[in-house]
């Protein structure tokens, strides 16, 4: 092929893509929300979706489906930008425990970040320690001797404590129970010396005196938590771990089609209205470009996929 060709054939591409971005979109955009009504996922679009829809001017249908049935929907659905998901770390945290018909990194593109709520490294007040530094000095001296609580195995707190371990190559024991509620009793009685708790679930516990809070897991302080400091404060860089929230669609959709929507769904998150509704909610707004939520995705794959496989880690 002629390199005059080439250059019309290319042009006449990247004009395409171009002129499907500025007429899009002309019908209802459809979202997947993992889970339940009034779960997570469903949280967050919905509190955005008045915003959004009025300033696309299209509507947004929302459906709520299991995670690895919406997941594959999406990945085998039209690359049109008339499907998105919104998801949480299931998405991309599912595939590394059994197999999907869909691959997290492969098969989606980021259109942003959504919101973040980070965890909170907790021990009883009766352990004498101060930092994060403190307890892995202490966990090294007593190894096999303290345990640490968490709810749904491979769930993120699980994994979140499990990276911790790894990283401070410390020995504590996990307890698991049936819910991060139970998981937090069992922290306030004792029955369990650390945990790994959402920032949202556990402030009044902090807050009262129950459990003494560390450090927050996330790079930087929470607006949260703002007199926290992060683990990297506390003597341990490197470490984060949070729940995020994040909206993809076909890996395959024009550019033009995911900066538009990544225009008006990082407005809607910047309302001091919906920020305000978020905060109460303890969850933190993010925002950020396409390829922040893409780098962050296989970040994640990469890392908790080698806590998975080093501790033998299986879904429930």
């Known amino acids: 092929m002629q390199l005059n060709s080439v250059v019309f ?14 007429n899009y979109p002309v019908k209802s955009i459809h979202v997947f929300a993992a889970n339940e009504s009034g779960g997570g996922s469903d949280i967050v679009i919905r509190a955005i979706q008045p915003s959004v829809m009025s300033s696309l001017g ?3 249908v929302i459906e709520n489906r299991n995670v690895v049935i919406a997941g594959e929907a999406l990945a085998k659905g039209p690359a049109d930008g008339y499907s998105v998901g919104v998801f949480g770390s299931n998405l991309w ?3 590394l425990l059994h197999p999907t018909a869909y691959d997290a990194v492969r098969d989606f593109a ?44 491979a769930g993120l707190a699980h994994l979140a ?10 020995d504590i024991v996990r307890i698991a129970y049936k819910s991060t509620a139970s998981s937090n009793i069992a ?25 003494r809070a560390l450090a927050v897991t996330t790079a930087q302080r929470s607006p949260l938590l703002p007199d926290l400091p992060t ?10 771990s949070s729940s995020v929230f994040g909206m993809v669609t076909h890996t395959k959709t024009p550019a033009a089609i995911i900066r538009l929507l990544n225009e008006k769904i990082v407005a809607a998150l910047n309302n001091p209205d919906i920020k305000a509704k ?39």
């Open 187 to 211: 922290l306030i009685s004792n029955e369990v010396q650390t945990t790994v708790g959402p920032s949202a679930v556990v402030a009044a516990s902090i807050k009262s005196g129950k459990v």
């Open 231 to 240: 683990a990297a404060e506390s003597g341990f860089p490197g470490y984060e």
């Open 58 to 60: 299209q509507p947004l």
């Open 93 to 95: 945290l599912t595939p």
């Open 161 to 170: 404590y499990e990276l911790f371990k790894s990283m401070a190559g410390v």
């Open 9 to 22: 054939l290319t042009a006449t591409m990247l004009a395409a893509c171009s002129a499907f971005g500025q």
């Open 110 to 153: 980021g259109v942003t970040m959504l919101t973040r709520q980070p965890g909170v490294l907790l021990v009883h007040p009766s352990l004498p320690v101060n930092s994060v530094r403190e307890l892995i000095a202490l966990a090294k001296a007593r190894p096999g001797q303290l345990n640490y609580g968490s709810a749904n195995t």
């Open 278 to 316: 978020f905060m109460a909610n303890g969850l933190e707004v993010v925002g950020g470009t396409p390829q922040e939520l893409d780098t962050f995705i296989k970040g994640e794959v990469g890392r908790m996929g080698k806590v998975i496989k080093d501790n033998n880690i299986t879904a429930e």
